[in-house]
């Protein structure tokens, strides 16, 4: 048996070499302008002519530069040159859902902790698991990590697990039936506002009725509501769950918690407040998702639960970086203002 894995284990060498001096000589052609930028390679069969190796290895040679981005893989033409020579270490593939506050400081803080060592090309494919599968399957082995955030209400899965595990990188969510040992950094939404709610009990107990504003569309608001009735139903709280802010049952002693995407519902409730010469954080209480500079000021100050984008990214930097595996709980926190 000794012997056996031995020899396995020199055969797995030998066809790492093999694959190794495939690329070497192809960045040695590039190098030496015998192949120029936007110039197609030689094709699968002259390479396992001229090296005596298999497809699968001629394969594992071009995926490899592929991923460093040296060559690009047009559909039925072939390889071609995409540049001169290998800038970073790593390639990122970063797909987000869409662009705001939150992803935006997720990315600079991903680019500055990289930016040395990789590339990060950024993708948004806006809840559309089309666009979320095309731009997955196209770029499949054009990079060496996939950083994606999975928010579809569809079952994107095998798309996901179309991603070597330790490639594949999940910020903010941890889809369901992924294979593999692969990264997650992850928001736990039902318990955040659980433990959230928990923390401000004290400041809670002068109102007389907690609502949550769950817009539709939101992604999370299935486990976001799991935990808000959680804590409800635990410390014998009312409460309502509603769409949107609603003047219909807008009375003192109500405490809202929101989470729209464009905080439309801060908006109105504190236009409501006016109109009704409401005091915030005296006669009705509000609890804002994720911060922001606004936040911070307005209204003398909107009590937020926010996860640490930033501590987020540099999880992810450190996978990237570190080449390990990482599962990991996203720090979210509490900071109490006026508002409540």
């Known amino acids: 048996m000794e012997t056996k894995n031995l020899q396995e284990n020199r055969d797995s060498s030998a066809q790492r070499m093999k694959y190794l001096q495939l690329v070497d000589h192809i960045l040695q052609l590039i190098e030496r302008s015998e192949l ?9 069969k002259q390479f396992e002519h001229q090296f005596g190796i298999s497809k699968e290895t001629v394969l594992k040679g071009l995926n490899y530069l592929l991923e460093k981005g040296i060559i ?30 939150m992803r935006d400081k997720f990315y600079h803080t991903l680019f500055e902790a990289i930016k040395d060592k990789a590339d990060i090309d950024v993708y948004f494919h806006h809840h559309n698991s089309k666009v979320f599968e095309k731009l997955i399957t196209e770029n499949i082995h054009s990079y060496t990590h996939f950083v994606i955030a999975a928010y579809l209400k569809e079952d994107v899965s095998t798309i996901l697990n179309s991603i070597p595990a330790p490639k594949r990188i999940l910020i903010d969510f941890d889809q369901a039936h992924l294979q593999g040992n692969y990264s997650s950094i992850y928001q736990d939404f039902k318990s955040d506002i659980y433990d959230a709610l928990s923390e401000v009990e004290a ?15 939101a992604f999370h608001a299935r486990l976001v509501i799991e935990g808000f009735l959680q804590f409800c139903q635990e410390h014998q709280y009312p409460y309502i769950i509603q769409h949107e802010i609603s003047s219909a049952n807008f009375y003192r002693g109500n405490v809202y918690i929101t989470f729209s995407r464009y905080d439309t519902d801060d908006v109105a409730l504190i236009k409501l407040a006016r109109r009704k010469k409401y005091r915030l954080g005296e006669d009705i209480g509000l609890i804002s998702y994720n911060d ?6 307005l209204e003398g100050g909107i009590t937020v639960i926010s996860s640490d984008f930033e501590a987020m990214a540099k999880k992810v930097a450190e996978t990237i970086e570190g080449k390990k595996i990482i599962r990991h709980r996203n720090p979210t926190k509490l900071i109490l203002r006026n508002s409540l």
């Open 36 to 44: 120029q930028l936007n110039e197609r390679l030689p094709s699968l």
């Open 72 to 101: 690009e893989s047009v559909y039925r033409k072939g390889y071609y040159v995409r540049k001169k020579s290998v800038d970073h270490s790593f390639r990122v593939f970063l797909l987000l859902d869409k662009m705001n506050l």
């Open 203 to 217: 400041q809670l107990a002068k109102y007389k009725q907690l609502i949550l504003i769950v817009p539709p569309e």
């Open 292 to 297: 922001t500079d606004v936040k911070e000021i």
